[in-house]
């Protein structure tokens, strides 16, 4: 089966590593798979983009075009690609009406399968036959690292690290309210640290150097970053967002918090004084990313 992945090159990476990886397993379970990117801006890179990738699908034979994110998926679409499967992201539903309304449309018109990442992200989004299908997470890449080898590599000290895996600057990730919960903690053993625009293959080792991870944003989908410390059994203090309530229930050492600084400062006490490892691996082994790249391969199946 040939597939080709649509999605933007607009990451500092190029093309999104968690787009990247699941094309990835899904090349490690047998498909064969090749990407077409995006490049600039909506109204200056895409038009151009639309063009160039319907050159390229008359030029090229695929069984299933896959296209990652809402403005890929509408661009893809303009471009002619079929059969098209489309993996909606959190974002669309930071869009607005227009952008879910459109999606809406093209899944009854012009789409073949729509996958969301979450049930909230689809009762967001009011598509109701939406398949929900979460990004899987690399066990292999996330195994055991001994934490002392862990923190000689990212440079940690002997304190107790907190860390904040994502852009500060992006308004939906909320940083001033993880900023307010550590000052609130008024600890000079503890540090939080600012994980962000690192290479991917890093992240495992901040992980198992860390003590805890905190999420505070105020919108996502199905934030991988939370998978992933669950895979390092990391201790999780979270807003409850997306799908991370359900990923993290059954595991202690994790945690649901409000957005009250007071609130997430006392759940982060909790979390550091865990003290342990937790059993979070162990409760998402369905979420091993080969695993859900046959639940991937099984829609291409019944779409073609």
């Not at 992201?89 to 607005?96: C, H, P």
């Not at 009854?108 to 996958?115: C, E, F, H, L, M």
Request: hydrophobic share 40%; with cysteine.
């Amino acid at each position: 089966m040939k597939v080709l992945f649509v999605c933007s090159g607009n990451s500092q990476f190029g093309i999104s590593p968690l787009v990247k990886s699941q094309g990835e397993s899904l090349r490690n379970n047998g498909i064969d798979i090749e990407y077409f990117t995006f490049s600039g801006n909506f109204l200056a890179g895409y038009p151009a983009g639309v063009l160039k990738l319907r050159k390229h699908l008359k030029s090229h034979k695929f069984d299933i075009i896959h296209a990652h994110y809402s403005i890929s998926a509408f661009a893809a679409t303009f471009a002619g690609a079929s059969p098209l499967v489309v993996s909606l992201m959190g974002g669309t539903v930071k869009g607005g009406c227009l952008v879910r309304s459109f999606a809406r449309f093209l899944h009854k018109y012009r789409w073949k399968a729509t996958i969301v990442k979450s049930e909230r992200t689809k009762n967001n989004i009011k598509i109701t036959d939406a398949l929900v299908v979460p990004n899987g997470v690399d066990f292999e890449k996330f195994k055991f690292i001994d934490k002392t080898i862990a923190r000689n590599k990212v440079n940690f000290n002997e304190k107790k690290h907190i860390i904040f895996a994502a852009n500060p600057k992006t308004k939906e990730k909320n940083y001033q309210l993880a900023a307010a919960a550590f000052k609130l903690l008024n600890s000079q053993d503890v540090e939080l640290n600012i994980v962000s625009g690192i290479d991917h293959n890093l992240i495992p080792y901040y992980m198992y150097a860390a003590d805890v991870l905190i999420l505070t944003s105020s919108s996502e989908g199905s934030p991988n970053v939370i998978k992933e410390a669950m895979a390092c059994n990391l201790p999780i203090v979270s807003t409850d967002v997306g799908d991370v309530a359900q990923v993290i229930s059954k595991t202690p050492g994790c945690y649901i918090t409000s957005y009250d600084p007071t609130d997430v400062a006392d759940k982060l006490k909790k979390a550091l004084n865990f003290g342990k490892p937790t059993n979070g691996r162990e409760n998402i082994k369905h979420l091993d990313i080969n695993t859900v790249a046959r639940k991937i391969i099984d829609i291409y199946k019944k779409v073609i």
